[in-house]
């Protein structure tokens, strides 16, 4: 059984840096076919909506072009994006979300000490 490890999170972050040139390679269509029902997936253009999902939940509609790759795991679909990781159960209608926390450069933690330090003076 594969659980959502934080080490499986960044192989996926790192395996899908950008979408691809164009959102039909994804095959979104053709993988979430089995699960249409269970999510109430839709697709017009290039939005996939979520309708299981509150209308007010950001997640609800996706664009195509902003997802990076689709994964299927053993119990989830990951829709991998630049800065989140929407994991759809494939057993029942769950869902669980990763964003992606941004990085702190360390040179920059540098210069904030270093300003820091100033503003005490």
């Known amino acids: 059984m594969?659980?959502?490890?934080k080490?499986?999170?960044?192989?996926l972050y790192k395996r899908y840096r950008k979408p691809p040139g164009?959102?039909?390679?994804?095959?979104a269509e053709i993988i979430f076919l089995p699960?249409?029902?269970l999510y109430k997936i839709s697709f017009s253009g290039d939005i996939m909506t979520l309708a299981c999902l509150n209308c007010e939940n950001p997640f609800y509609r996706?664009?195509?072009?902003?997802?990076?790759?689709?994964?299927?795991?053993e119990k989830h679909i990951a829709l991998v994006m630049s800065s989140s990781i929407l994991f759809l159960?494939?057993?029942?209608?769950g869902i669980s979300v990763?964003?992606?926390e941004e990085s702190f450069p360390f040179y920059k933690r540098i210069i904030w000490t270093i300003q820091s330090w100033f503003h005490r003076m």
């Open 89 to 93: 159960n494939r057993e029942n209608n």
């Open 62 to 73: 996706v664009r195509l072009k902003n997802i990076c790759g689709i994964e299927i795991l």
């Open 22 to 27: 164009n959102y039909q390679e994804l095959g």
């Open 98 to 100: 990763h964003i992606k």
């Open 2 to 5: 594969q659980q959502l490890t």
């Open 7 to 11: 080490r499986l999170i960044n192989s």
């Open 35 to 37: 699960y249409v029902d």
